[in-house]
């Protein structure tokens, strides 16, 4: 029986698998424990939406948040280099959504495409995931992992 990587997931963040004090993390695995579905329309005030060539400076400004959280810094053009490749409609390999409140970026989540030696089918493997401070505690990261897992699904790449 294969597991799937959806099941993996559950089964990590499940909060019978966290320590019963976390280190540092409570923020962290909150967010990622299994919430009830809620209807987003009446509980959060956000949308979820491919990276688009008119996100250029929100995007940005959230990829450098995420980065400096890690203590790392890239060259400008990399900036560039980057947003290009997650914006260019001929690239299948590569793919971005952003989360916003109205005109304010609240998070990002990057993902690529690639092989996997389980099975015959390509997998989405996601790469950076960030929710600025100010909204965290929103459901921000769960949406943007739920489009990562409805592109995969819509795409024949499995959840």
């Known amino acids: 029986m294969m597991i799937t990587q959806r099941e993996l997931y559950n089964r990590a963040t499940s909060p019978s698998r966290r320590p019963d004090s976390c280190h540092n993390c409570a923020t962290l695995c909150t ?20 990276l688009g060539q008119q996100d250029r400076a929100e995007w940005g400004a959230v990829w450098r948040q995420y980065l400096a959280f890690y203590g790392t ?35 990002l989540v990057h993902t690529i495409v690639h092989a996997h030696g ?21 459901g921000v990261a769960r949406a943007l992992i739920e489009a990562v897992y409805a592109d995969a699904d819509a795409n024949g790449r499995g959840s």
């Open 118 to 138: 389980w099975q015959d089918a390509p997998v989405t493997y996601l790469q950076d995931l960030f929710t600025v401070p100010t909204a965290r505690g929103r």
């Open 31 to 50: 967010s990622l424990s299994p919430q009830p579905k809620a209807d987003p329309i009446l509980t959060n005030s956000y949308d979820i939406r491919p």
């Open 73 to 107: 810094e890239r060259p400008d053009g990399l900036y560039d280099l980057t947003f290009a490749r997650y914006t260019d409609p001929a690239r299948t390999d590569m793919s971005a959504w952003i989360a916003w409140d109205g005109e304010f970026a609240l998070g």
